[in-house]
């Protein structure tokens, strides 16, 4: 069994929204909350792993995605779900002030996912980060883990203009088609 899925955020869970940081914009995809629950139900770690560069650029604030993730654990929590801890990166290369930097927790570099395996005890190449972009699956292949590209999101849109020279190693519908594959793979 697999030890711990790790989930981008926006195309995964919920509908991308630009830079979204206000819960009232906040939608899940559908069928996103039973998939979570199901793995919950296999007592397997739901770690989400964020790019929150809204903060660098001065959009909103960190406490903002903090207010966004507590509604979202609210959200899940009615369908019986819950995700085990939230790790984002406020950083980027062209940000303001403090947030402005190049870091090893911006996916695609795999410093988040590296932390929470850390912070979990996982053995990383048992895990699987699920994404909807390219930066998700190339974090996920820097960190070791198994990798699916879901069509949700951006998903669709990157997968039909794949240039990269990693895959990823599983290709789904959406979050509920990545957790029945995982759920009947033998070999993770």
């Known amino acids: 069994m697999v030890s711990a899925v790790f989930l ?8 991308e929204t630009a830079y979204l ?3 009232k914009n906040l939608r899940l995809i559908a069928g996103a909350a039973s998939a979570i629950r199901k793995l919950n139900e296999q007592n397997v ?3 989400v792993i964020t790019n929150q560069a809204g903060v660098a650029k001065g959009y909103y604030q960190e406490s903002e995605i903090e207010m966004l993730h507590s509604a979202l654990a609210e959200i899940l929590k009615t369908e019986g779900a819950h995700i085990d801890r939230f790790y984002y990166c406020p950083h980027h290369p062209e940000g303001k002030g403090e947030y402005q ?5 911006r996916k695609p570099m795999p410093g988040l996912l ?3 395996a850390k912070d979990f005890n996982l053995e990383i190449k048992r895990c699987v980060f699920v994404g909807d972009k390219v930066s998700d ?4 292949v820097a960190a070791g883990a198994r990798t699916i590209l ?6 669709k849109e990157v997968w039909q203009s794949w240039e990269q020279p990693f895959q990823p190693d599983h290709v789904a519908a959406d979050l509920p088609d990545a957790v029945e594959w995982l759920l009947s ?4």
């Open 8 to 15: 981008d955020r926006d195309g995964v869970i919920n509908e």
């Open 101 to 105: 930097k190049v870091c090893d927790c």
């Open 137 to 140: 699956i190339g974090a996920g």
């Open 45 to 47: 770690p739901i770690i």
């Open 150 to 155: 879901v069509m949700t999101g951006y998903g």
């Open 185 to 188: 793979e033998p070999s993770l």
């Open 114 to 116: 590296l932390q929470a």
């Open 21 to 23: 940081h206000d819960p």
